[in-house]
C-alpha cells in the first residue's frame, strides 16, 4: 500500500502533504510523533502481529509504503486503516492510495509507485537477475526542471557570479540526493535542460549574442558548476538514501517466496 499523504484535512487536525511538511497548528516534528503513535506502533504492535505473512512498513513524515506477502491481507489493511485513522479525526487520501503487485517473480504483472520523490520498479539487471530499481519519479523531474527554468528566468539579471554561486549550490543538493544508482539518466536530463535554459538567458542579457557553446561550456568550469554524477555508494550509502536503500533489500526478501506474489499497498 503506497500512501502519498496519510491524513486529509479535518476541522481539527491536519496533516500536510510532503511539499508542505506541517501539521495546523504545530510542528513537523509533533506531527512525526504523532503519527508514530497512530500509524507505526500500531502496525507493530497489531497488523505483523496478527498476519499470517511477512510485512512491513517504511514511513517518512506523511508519506508510507506498506508490504505484504498476501493480497488479502493488504486489503484487509487498508480497511483496518481507514477505521484507525477515522478514531484519530484523520482520513485515508483514497486518491493517492493504491494496491499493487510488486514482487520478485512478479514480471510483467508488477506495478510501479512513487515514494520520497522517487519511482520503485522491478527490472532485470545485466545478468538477468530481477531487482528493485529506483530513478526519480517523472513528476517531480518534469516539477524540478520547470522550477529550474522559471528560476533561471527570473534571476538573469543577476550578477554573473552570484547567480552561478547559487546554481552550483542547488544543482550540487540535486546531485546529492538524486544521485542514486541506476538514475543518470534523469540526472543527465536535468543538466540538459537547466544548460539549455541558462545558455538561452544569458545570451538575453544584452542585444549582442554573449557566448557560444564552447564559451559557454568554459564558463561552466570556470564557476566550477558541478556535473551530474552518482553521489550513492554500492558498499557504504548515503544518509539521506537510507531509507530507500532499506527498503531495497526488504523487498528483494521479503517478495522472494515463488509460490505467493507480493503486494504493495501505497497510500
Known sequence: MVNED?????????????????????????????????????????????????????????????????????????????????KFGLELALDKTKTLRFGRNGGPHNGRFDFLGFEFYWEADRKGKPMVKRRTARKKLSGGIQRMKEWIKKERHTKLSQLMKTLAAKLRGTWNYYGIIGNSRSLAQFAYQTNKTLFYWLNRRSQKRSYTWPAFNRLLKRFQIPQPRITEKSSQRMTCQMELSLFGRIAQSVFQRQSQPGYAQAS
Open 6 to 86: 496519510a491524513g486529509r484535512t479535518d476541522s481539527r487536525r491536519s496533516f500536510a502533504g510532503p511539499d508542505t511538511q506541517m501539521v495546523e497548528g504545530g510542528s513537523p516534528v509533533l506531527a512525526n510523533v504523532y503519527l508514530h503513535y497512530v500509524l507505526d506502533l500500531w502496525f507493530e504492535r497489531v497488523v505483523q502481529k496478527n498476519n499470517r505473512g511477512r510485512c512491513k512498513l517504511f514511513r517518512f513524515a506523511d508519506d508510507f509504503v506498506a508490504c505484504f506477502e498476501y493480497r488479502h491481507e493488504a486489503a484487509a489493511f487498508e480497511k483496518a486503516l481507514q477505521e484507525r485513522l477515522a
